[in-house]
């Protein structure tokens, strides 16, 4: 149901006094109403209510306000990157993806706590999409095979482990942040 249309319904049972049930409490229909205006709300909010928010979409089938309430997502990343990242991958918002991958590697950079690319456990992996898992697995794959190039080009042996080729210090030769080439390499696999 696009937002123009609920909204029309609304009226129409508020001019004609029939009630009827939102499964929303009144500060989530009030942001997925300003949304639907185009009016501004502040990211943080929306980060703070974006479970039932997403819920309230989906309920009224308003694609638009979901994509520009993931679209204010992208100033919230840095509060917790892997779920924006599982956000993104439910939502099916690639360019969201990769801003949390982003994110992951500039905390890892700044000495913060991510996961590794290889100790993404079951429990992280859960509140991902299958297409996204295999997408984020491709990529590491992928930025492995990059940095394995750069490492025999520079004349170092690498170990065989994946997560090494990724993470590692051969000899001097830093090697570019794991999830900063997994961010450049992602796709999700499709059919």
């Not at 502040?42 to 306000?65: A, N, Q, T």
Request: glycine share 8%; charged share 25%; with cysteine.
């Amino acid at each position: 149901m696009d937002s123009t249309f609920f909204l029309e319904k609304l009226q129409q049972h508020v001019v004609k006094g029939i009630s009827f049930d939102i499964p929303a409490q009144s500060r989530v229909l009030k942001a997925w109403l300003d949304l639907a205006h185009l009016h501004n709300r502040p990211p943080k909010m929306v980060w703070k209510m974006r479970k039932p928010l997403f819920e309230l979409c989906d309920h009224l089938g308003s694609r638009g306000v979901a994509e520009r309430a993931l679209f204010l997502m992208h100033s919230s990343v840095e509060k917790d990157p892997w779920e924006l990242f599982c956000l993104a991958s439910q939502r099916n918002n690639v360019g969201l993806a990769k801003s949390a991958l982003r994110a992951l590697a500039e905390i890892k950079d700044n000495g913060g706590d991510v996961p590794a690319v290889d100790g993404i456990t079951p429990t992280l992996a859960a509140g991902l999409t299958l297409p996204y898992l295999l997408g984020l697995y491709v990529a590491a794959l992928k930025g492995k095979e990059k940095v394995a190039g750069m490492t025999r080009q520079a004349g170092y042996a690498h170990s065989s482990h994946p997560s090494s080729a990724i993470d590692s210090d051969y000899g001097g030769l830093k090697e570019e942040n794991g999830w900063k080439v997994i961010a450049e390499k992602f796709a999700p696999v499709t059919g």
